[in-house]
């Protein structure tokens, strides 16, 4: 079935640092892919999408382009602030065989130091 | 933005008792409403999914009789977790899906944070 693998956190970075958290899929068909974020207390909120190949989803500095030759959509934003330490997540929309339901990757922790 | 909210955030209970979760929608109607649940270091594992009106459709694997899910209006549906075991405790999210809303149009609870002892 359709699955969503997420690199293991926690990721810890310096403040201005570059943030990549690498999501691959196994889908079939061509599902569309998202990002979701989680801040502590909170519940997952869209960060961005993207619904066909090659299309680049973008949101307050984060962007993920969907590569489908590699599978792929990694999440980058050239320079992170402390106020971005949540848990992300990447999710695909299923296929017609999964009913178009949401399926979720493990998250991936991430903490910003100043 | 639109809001989800859940009822408890925490709550610990016996096992064998039942605890009731509550998932709101405050500032607008759902007809569909969905149960996640998320063990630790894992991925949010749909329970099922709720329609307004209508009986909930579970995931396979998932015992219909001991997690009994109702959405008895449009802005509000529960999760019973019933004769509760360890092995049930579990963070559970519940997401609200607007009318007209994609399946990806979810907005999501905070969450409940469920022990059993």
């Known amino acids: 079935g359709d699955s969503v693998t997420q690199m293991e956190g926690p990721v810890t970075l310096s403040e201005e640092a570059f943030l990549t958290i690498n999501c691959t899929y196994t889908?079939?068909?061509?599902?569309?892919l998202f990002w979701y974020v989680q801040y502590p207390g909170e519940g997952l909120q869209l960060l961005l999408k993207a619904t066909k190949a090659d299309d680049k989803g973008s949101n307050k500095g984060f962007e993920a382009t969907y590569r489908k030759e590699t599978t792929s959509f990694h999440l980058e934003k050239g320079s992170v602030q402390v106020s971005d330490s949540a848990v992300y997540f990447c999710?695909?929309?299923?296929?017609?065989?999964?009913?178009?339901?949401?399926?979720f990757g493990q998250g991936t922790e991430l903490s910003v130091k100043p | 933005g639109a809001v989800v909210s859940q009822h408890p955030s925490r709550v610990i209970c016996k096992s064998g008792t039942s605890v009731k979760i509550e998932c709101r929608s405050l500032?607008?109607?759902?007809?569909?409403m969905f149960w996640y649940r998320q063990f630790p270091k894992q991925s949010l594992m749909l329970m099922a999914t709720s329609n307004e009106g209508s009986k909930a459709t579970y995931e396979q694997g998932v015992e219909k009789d001991k997690f009994l899910i109702n959405h008895a209006s449009l802005t509000l549906s529960t999760l019973t977790v019933t004769s509760a075991h360890p092995e049930d405790s579990s963070f559970y999210i519940c997401?609200?899906?607007?009318?007209?809303?994609?399946?990806?149009?979810?907005?999501f609870g905070p969450g409940t944070r469920l022990t059993v002892t």
């Open positions: 500032d607008f109607q759902a007809t569909t």
């Open positions: 889908a079939t068909g061509y599902p569309s």
């Open positions: 997401s609200a899906r607007p009318p007209g809303g994609s399946s990806y149009e979810q907005y």
């Open positions: 999710a695909l929309k299923g296929t017609y065989n999964q009913g178009g339901k949401l399926i």
